[in-house]
């Protein structure tokens, strides 16, 4: 008996397994664990790195919520002086957005950490599920992804944060790598990597520190800290590709354990810097629309607005 379910490191009783190690540790070791490898991944690319305040974007799931507790612990504990807020965007998809908020309310009392909440409902006039109605419909997920990306940046920006940080996964990266080799986007892979640094005002500097950590280590963490899983997952994103390439990722890590790691150390130690000595850093002008940076005259979130308004005209 012993052995097999006792915690690698102290001996008391496992609670989790992780895969890529093969180790079995209990929560309290695992909760150092986790905290230890966000903590080095900090330091090994420098994220905080002159900081005074991050916003931290969370969904209501528990790769973000793991996040914002873990970070609200490393700052307390080694990076005081650093200021925390939460930043969430309720999307107004229905049976799920609701809960999606609540959780991140709930989190965010709990943990003391202040939080905004923007709504796109009453704050932008529309929802994401409006957006099935434009010539994007059919890729919702691409169009979610627009609208949270550029309102999180521009939250981050307006409330003074000299960083983003987001809680993309080991898992949400191998699956982005694994697209952009297979269209061949140098450019979007250019720009799969651990810190985003900018020097534009209203470009705010993003990080992941959880990049080195997996989907299933996430969820250990969120359930060890007692952060309530969210019961509802979103209903626009059945069959999206996406999904269907992290089941195909999951397929090939349970042949060659260890492939999600390997594939992101590859990518950051040896194509990433050979890759930003040849792809040129795209020039940012502003949008002539909204003010913010964007790679044409309008960005692609005022693109995206202008055919919804069109749309309903
Ligand atoms: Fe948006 Fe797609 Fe995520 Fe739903 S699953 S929240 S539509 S990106
Ligand atoms: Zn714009």
Known sequence: MAGMTSCRLCGGQAAYLIEHARMMLCRDCFIKYYEKKVYNTIMKHGMLRGAGRIAVAVSGGKDSMALLAAMNRLVSEKFSGIKLIAIHINLGIEGYSERCQEIVENVCEDLGVEHVIHDLSSREGYKIPDLRSTPLGGRICGACGTVKRYLMNKLAYEIGADRLATGHNLDDVVELLFEF??????????????????????????????????????MYYAMAQGIPLLDASCPLAEGSRMLRRKR????????????????????????????????????????????????????????LVSRLAARSA
Do not use: A, Q
């Open 248 to 303: 195909l990722i999951r397929l090939i890590e349970r042949e060659i354990p260890g492939f999600k790691h390997m594939l992101y150390k590859s990518h950051v130690k040896r194509i990433l810097p050979r890759l930003e000595k040849t792809v040129p850093e795209p020039s940012l002008m502003e949008c002539e629309k909204c003010g913010m940076p964007s790679l044409s005259n309008m960005c692609s979130y005022c693109k």
């Open 181 to 218: 080799y297979l269209r061949g986007s140098v450019e979007d892979l250019v720009r799969v990597r651990p810190v985003s640094w900018s020097d534009n005002p209203k470009m705010v500097t993003k990080i992941k520190p959880l990049i080195e950590l997996t989907e299933r280590e996430n």
